[in-house]
Each structure stands twice: as structure tokens, then as C-alpha cells.
């Protein structure tokens, strides 16, 4: 293959002087091998005959400014020390606030404290802690609730329960309809009771009618409440983020950004919960810039911006941002530079098929990557279809290499082959955009729940779990069970309606929504409706399989749904993977830039 591309890409995470055990400051897998060592590929930017970069319809996309920005970060690594000393000897006393007392509601109190805990980014300290407080709880539930008339404590109770995979009957609301069967008006007025119910029906499944007429209700009055001037600013604000994502779909690692400085002016917060809150965060936050430093490098040598045209989203700091949807606590470095780099080749992949490659190139890299290996035609692409191709097989290889002293070859191998199914849906769609072809919704959906990615990222994510995926795992995804098709076809249908406008500028009409015009004889926003409230059911769906699921691990099912969690804050309103200048940016900055205060 080196004979063929005339390269060889090196993609270990250490130099001969700086390896990551000495980087962190605290015992780390390390990845084997020599160090960076590269053969420079040769760039060009001409093109030989109706491949010339002249007539190909792309649109060019910006640089990132995220790429360079944190090589000059220092990081005192004794700083980061000091943190973890100082949770350690706090981590006890928060340990004994959530399982010292007994009794019935004594084990409201601790269940009360999940949702705390969950808030403020805690929950990762305290994991058998939770467990064993809901299993415990979940025996007695019926005594716990028996005579409980508040509408916070009641609301909080059944969202921790289902949170954590505990079904709990969403009857227990009744108890705050009136006699007209409509929920009081008394209500209105109690802006945390209001808040907690709201963020509770973000949990409902299919069957559960009364929390879409809770989310109606609260809904409503929230944006009053907000509006009015009647409750204290700080939860004015607080509610006014929740109702653009409630916590349910909030990436776990986004909830205490704002959960932090909410609670601080609770004038009831606890100073060691606040604490402690704030010293965890901050040694995220740091650890997350050491994470940066090493996979921006990585990034930088292998020069893609200029090997490659300019028609790749240049996103390597937000790759490594949406990692943190699955895998986010300090530990897990080695992880999230390994899964940000998997996420790069399905990025590359995605841009080289849907934005660039014409049709005969596509068809190289297609039956190349099918092979798992250049095809005979290969040889005569651009030499930027060689590079996309080379850095694909190259960075399997060195997974291949790690992961394959521990026995966990098999993860590899079931991850190549969910990639090459996502190359095949791109291949798929890339013809029928080639061609201006606008298929029956039905026919498109069917390919672009494929090509969209959902399953060749969680492939991706079994591969780098600290939980080691089993082959029982990858089965299961490939058995395509519901839970994973509803994921599958909600981030589709969120796709195609937040970068339709993107999708018609350059001219790409093989769209969920012109499908569904078309099959259906109805306007753009007649189409955007009907696709939104297939999403809407589609998150009930999720809510429903990730409780009733059975003989799958629930690191596997939550990690399924992080990567819902992840979808959703990536489409909310905004195409976040393509133009993460919005929104996106705001999330990076609040985690990677703007350090918290102690």
C-alpha cells in the first residue's frame, strides 16, 4: 500500500520526550509503538481531466479557528494535582450526606440528592452510590410515594427512576388534575414544582399521555413565569435554559456549565456540594485542554488542510467536543483521543462522499474501503482520494495495534465492518445526488438511516469504552433492534431539516424533506412539520426501548442514548457539525476556554 500512496502516516499519541504518562501527571495507558515519524505526502491541487477542482460544484468551507488555538496552552500539571487531592478529601463527606440516613424519607432526601448530583456534573463520583439508592428506593416505591402531594419532590422521584433505567407508572401525577381531568391552576405559581414536572415529562414513552398534557401545561406557564418578572432572576434564567434543552437531553458534560452558577445563588446551596462541584469541573476543564493539546498536534501533522481541498470541515476540536456526549470523566483520556480520531475518518469520509468526490472517484474509495484496500482503479484518482483512503486504512491499523494485547481485536474488526456499511450509504446517496435523483421517502429513508452515521459511531464508541464492548454488544447493534433504528432515523430527519438550506445551496436535492415534498405533494414547511412530529414520537420511542430493553448492559444502552443526547444538541435548531460558529462555539467555550472560578 506504501508502494501505491507513497506514504506513511504515523498516528501515535507521544514523541520520544513527551510521553502522555509524564504529560498527565498520573498513571495512563499510553499507546505502543515509535514515535511521530512522517514521509510527507505530496500535495496537489491539479486534477486530471473532468475531475479538475475548477468545474466540480463544492462549496468551500471555512478554516477552523479552533485547530491552533490551544498549543500554547500551558497546564500546571501540580495545579491539577492539588484538584484531585482536594476531591479526594471532600468526595467522603459528600459520600456520607447521600448514604448515611435511613428510613422512608430519608431515602427520598438521597434520591432527591441524585438529581443534585446528576445536576452539577457529579454523578460520575458517586455511581454505586446511586445504583444502590434506587435499587433500595425502587422496592418501597409505592410507600415513598403513597402520601406525597409535592409536586417537586414527586417530579424529581420519577425522574430519577427512569433516568436510570427503573420504570416508574407516570399515574403517580393524577394526584395533581383537578376535577376537570386538566391539571390545577394552583399549580402555576410554584415555579420549581412547574420546572421539575416540566423536566419530568421529558422522560414520557409512547403510553404515557398525561406527561405530553404536562408538558403542554408547564410549557406555557414557564415562558410566563420567565417572562413575568415574578421570580428571581437567576431562575428566570435557569428556566429559560431549560426550556431550549432540558436536562434529559442535555449532554451530561453541558448540565453543570449552567447548573453551577444557578445553585450558587440558591441561597439554601450547600457550600461543600458548591465546592465540590466547582473542583471537579475545573479539573474537567483542565484535563480536557491536555487532551486537546495532544489530539490538535496529532491533527496538525497529518496537514490536511493542505493535502486536501478545501471542502473537509475542518473540525477536529469539535469532534473532540462531541466525544464528551459518551465519554467525559477525567480518567478517560485515552479513550477520547482515540474515539476523536475515529470520528475524523467518519467526518473525512462523509465530506470526501457527500461534498466532493465525483462519481468514478466515489466509486474508487467505495469498493477500496470494501476491500480494505486501494482497488485496481485506485492508482488513478487524484492524490487527495488517495490520502482520505490511506489515512482511513492507517488509523484502523494503529487501533488494531492497541487494542489487540488486551483481546479486543474483535472490536476493530465489527467496527471496519459497520464502516463499511456507512460507506456504502454514502456511496449510495452520492449516486443519487450525482444523478439529481429525489427517490420515494420510504426508499430514501431507508439508505439515509445508514449514511447518517448513528451506527458506525456507536461501533466506534463500543471500541473505545472503558466498559470492554463485547461481542454480544456488537451483535446486538447489528440486529438494527428498534431502539437503534429510531436513533438512526430521528438524527436523519434532524439532519436534513437543519441543513436543508446548506443541502439546496449547493445544489444537493437528495434531502428527507424534498423526498417527502415530493412523495407527498406538500409545501417545505408542511414537509417540516410532518418530519418534526415523526422526531417528536421518535424521542418517546427512545425513552421507551432504552427502559424496556432486556439482555443488553446498561453501559451499552446509556451510552446509545448519550449519543441521542449528543444528536440532540448538534440539531437544535442549528446544523451544529457543519457551522458550529453558533451555539456550538458557545458550548466549547464555556468548557475548553472560560475556566471556572473556585
Not at 498520573?26 to 491541487?45: D, I
Not at 459528600?94 to 430519608?106: A, E, F, L, R
Amino acid at each position: 500500500m506504501e508502494a501505491k500512496f507513497g506514504s506513511q502516516i504515523s498516528l501515535h499519541f507521544r514523541t520520544n520526550s513527551f510521553p502522555l504518562r509524564k504529560l498527565y501527571g498520573f498513571p495512563l495507558k499510553t499507546f505502543s509503538g515509535t514515535s511521530l515519524n512522517h514521509l510527507r505526502l505530496k500535495a496537489t491541487n491539479t486534477l486530471k481531466g473532468d475531475d479538475q477542482e475548477s468545474i466540480r460544484k463544492f462549496k468551500k468551507l471555512p478554516t477552523s479557528e479552533w485547530t491552533h488555538y490551544f498549543h500554547s496552552f500551558v497546564v500546571d500539571v501540580s495545579e491539577m494535582d492539588a484538584l484531585r487531592n482536594e476531591i479526594d478529601a471532600l468526595k467522603p463527606k459528600v459520600k456520607n450526606t447521600i448514604m448515611s440516613s435511613q428510613g422512608i424519607d430519608s431515602t427520598k432526601k438521597r434520591i432527591l440528592m441524585i438529581y443534585m448530583l446528576v445536576s452539577l456534573g457529579l454523578a460520575h463520583h458517586f455511581e454505586e452510590e446511586i445504583y444502590e439508592t434506587l435499587r433500595d428506593g425502587f422496592g418501597k416505591i409505592e410507600e415513598m410515594l403513597e402520601d406525597e402531594d409535592d409536586l417537586c419532590t414527586l417530579s424529581i422521584i420519577f425522574w430519577a427512576f427512569r433516568r436510570y433505567g427503573h420504570y416508574i407508572s407516570s399515574d403517580v401525577f393524577r394526584r395533581f388534575k383537578g376535577r376537570n381531568g386538566n391539571f390545577k391552576e394552583s399549580l402555576t405559581g410554584y415555579a420549581k414544582g412547574m420546572l421539575s414536572l416540566y423536566e419530568a415529562a421529558h422522560l414520557g414513552t409512547t403510553k404515557d399521555y398525561i406527561l405530553q398534557e404536562a408538558l403542554s401545561f408547564t410549557s406555557s406557564h414557564l415562558e410566563s413565569l420567565a417572562a413575568c418578572g415574578t421570580c428571581p432572576p437567576h431562575l428566570s434564567v435557569h428556566i429559560q435554559n431549560v426550556l431550549s434543552v432540558p436536562q434529559h437531553w442535555n449532554m451530561e458534560i453541558l448540565v453543570p456549565v449552567e447548573y453551577i452558577p444557578f445553585y450558587e445563588q440558591e441561597k439554601d446551596h450547600d457550600e461543600i456540594l458548591l465546592k465540590f462541584a466547582k473542583l471537579s469541573f475545573k479539573l474537567l476543564q483542565l484535563q480536557y485542554i491536555q487532551d486537546l493539546k495532544i489530539v490538535t498536534k496529532w491533527y496538525k501533522e497529518l496537514e490536511f488542510a493542505s493535502k486536501l481541498p478545501p471542502y473537509f470541515r475542518d473540525n477536529i476540536v469539535v469532534n473532540y467536543f462531541y466525544v464528551l456526549a459518551v465519554i467525559y470523566t477525567p480518567q478517560h483520556s485515552y479513550e477520547r483521543i482515540m474515539l476523536t480520531q475515529y470520528f475524523t475518518c467518519l467526518a473525512i469520509l462523509d465530506d470526501t462522499f457527500d461534498r466532493y468526490a465525483s462519481l468514478p472517484e466515489a466509486i474508487s474509495l467505495a469498493n477500496s474501503l470494501e476491500r480494505w484496500a486501494p482497488n485496481d482503479a485506485m492508482d488513478k484518482q487524484p492524490d487527495y482520494l488517495k490520502i482520505v483512503l490511506n489515512f482511513i486504512l492507517k488509523t484502523f491499523e494503529v487501533f488494531q495495534k492497541e487494542l489487540e494485547p488486551e483481546g479486543r481485536s474483535y472490536t476493530v474488526k465489527a467496527t471496519i465492518e459497520e464502516f463499511k456499511t456507512v460507506t456504502k450509504g454514502n456511496f449510495d446517496l452520492a449516486k443519487w445526488a450525482h444523478a439529481v435523483h429525489v427517490p420515494s421517502f420510504e426508499e430514501y429513508m431507508k439508505v439515509g438511516e445508514e449514511e447518517i452515521s448513528v451506527c458506525s459511531t456507536l461501533a466506534g464508541i463500543f471500541m473505545c469504552m472503558e466498559q470492554k464492548a463485547t461481542k454480544e454488544d456488537y451483535e446486538w447493534l447489528k440486529s438494527r433492534p428498534k431502539f437503534i433504528q429510531t436513533l438512526c432515523a430521528r438524527c436523519r430527519l434532524k439532519n436534513d431539516i437543519t441543513g436543508f438550506e446548506d443541502d439546496m445551496s449547493r445544489g444537493y436535492v437528495t434531502n428527507a424533506v424534498n423526498c417527502y415534498m415530493k412523495q407527498y405533494g406538500v409545501t417545505k414547511q408542511e414537509a417540516f412539520g410532518e418530519l418534526n412530529k415523526i422526531i417528536v414520537e421518535a424521542d418517546k420511542i427512545l425513552n421507551e426501548e432504552f427502559l424496556t430493553t432486556v439482555g443488553v448492559r446498561h453501559c451499552v444502552l446509556k451510552a446509545t442514548f448519550d449519543l441521542a443526547r449528543m444528536i440532540f444538541i448538534t440539531y437544535n435548531g442549528y446544523e451544529g457539525f457543519t457551522y458550529p460558529q453558533g451555539k456550538i462555539k458557545e458550548y466549547m467555550t464555556s468548557l475548553f476556554v472560560d475556566r471556572i472560578g473556585l
